[in-house]
Nanobody, 119 residues
Framework: QVQLAESGGGLVQAGGSLRLSCAAS????????MGWFRQAPGKEREFVAT????????YYADSVKGRFTISRDAAENTVYLQMNRVKPEDTAVYYC????????????WGQGTQVTVSS
């Protein structure tokens, strides 16, 4: 079983920056990929970014491309989401997620961290 713990959420002004962290722990950690999703009030959960653990390839939603950067620290089993030039529409609960070794599905989820962007 893999446990994911997010941190770094909070209140930020539009145009500012914030960095989210997600530490993975458990008996074994061999996820194919880790990523971030978000869910705004009244909306469905949506994909934000993902990183392939081996190799580091990254993928982003169009809405955050060029503003957000996902990265990982393999030694610490930690993934980061650097959020720059944030907008009020980035306000949401951000969830860290990880696939299993096959990468077919996002199997593990964190509890979420609130990000609020004020205008």
């Amino acid at each position: 079983q893999v446990q994911l713990a997010e941190s770094g959420g909070g209140l930020v002004q539009a145009g500012g920056s914030l960095r989210l962290s997600c530490a993975a722990s458990g008996r074994t950690f061999n996820s194919y990929a880790m990523g971030w999703f978000r869910q705004a009030p009244g909306k469905e959960r949506e994909f934000v970014a993902t990183i392939i653990w081996n190799g580091g390839n990254t993928y982003y939603a169009d809405s955050v491309k060029g503003r957000f950067t996902i990265s990982r620290d393999a030694a610490e089993n930690t993934v980061y989401l650097q959020m720059n030039r944030v907008k009020p529409e980035d306000t949401a609960v951000y969830y860290c997620t990880a696939t299993d070794a096959t990468g077919r599905d996002y199997t593990y989820w964190g509890q979420g961290t609130q990000v609020t962007v004020s205008s």
